[in-house]
């Protein structure tokens, strides 16, 4: 991604940021607060100048109740962190649910721990290359080429990466609530 890629990228996500926190009438501080993100740190995401992690999308996508995609903007617009790597490659409502679509990367030896999602989020991983160790904490599975896994999300789960690290496409399927209506699909 070029520099002025991620610079547009950081910019649409900052709005997208800022509208949903302030359609939910939380303050820069109470989103901190609940998201576990600094106060500075949220203030330079929504102004555009900081480039979200994966980690932080995530912390800031729980307490505004929308998936990643609502937050990412756009199909092509990634994130990563701890070796995590992940591509929206669609997203779009099915009936009652969400369902986001992935290409997901892990660097070799890479580890992730995800806070929990919402009530009822799946997630499945289909892997593509390398080996994956991937599901909720006390059930994970590991992965090698061709196989998948289904987890619910909505427990703290983790993605590591195995000696080579991994590829695949990640579906995360959400409920439909009123906030994941701003997917706007």
Do not use: F
Not at 61 to 71: D, M, N, Y
Not at 120 to 144: F, I, M, P, S
């Amino acid at each position: 991604m070029t520099d002025t890629t991620a610079e547009a990228l950081a910019g649409r996500v900052g709005e997208r940021v800022r509208a949903l926190r302030a359609a939910r009438g939380l303050s820069l501080s109470a989103l901190a607060e609940a998201s576990g993100v600094g106060k500075g740190s949220l203030s330079e995401l929504e102004n555009g100048t900081r480039n979200p992690t994966l980690a932080t999308l995530y912390a800031i996508a729980g307490p505004l109740g929308v998936p990643l995609a609502a937050l990412l903007a756009d199909a092509g617009a990634g994130a990563d962190s701890d070796g995590v790597a992940v591509t929206l490659l669609e997203a779009r409502r099915e009936g009652a649910v969400v369902r986001e679509v992935y290409a997901l990367q892990l660097a070799p030896g890479a580890h992730r721990v995800s806070p929990p999602h919402g009530p009822g989020v799946v997630e499945h991983l289909l892997v593509t290359a390398g080996e994956a160790r991937v599901g909720a904490a006390d059930a994970e599975r590991t992965l090698a080429v061709g196989h998948c896994h289904a987890w619910a999300s909505d427990v703290e789960h983790t993605y590591a990466g195995g000696p080579a690290g991994a590829s695949g496409v990640l579906t995360i399927t959400t409920p439909e609530s009123e906030p994941a209506r701003t997917l706007g699909r």
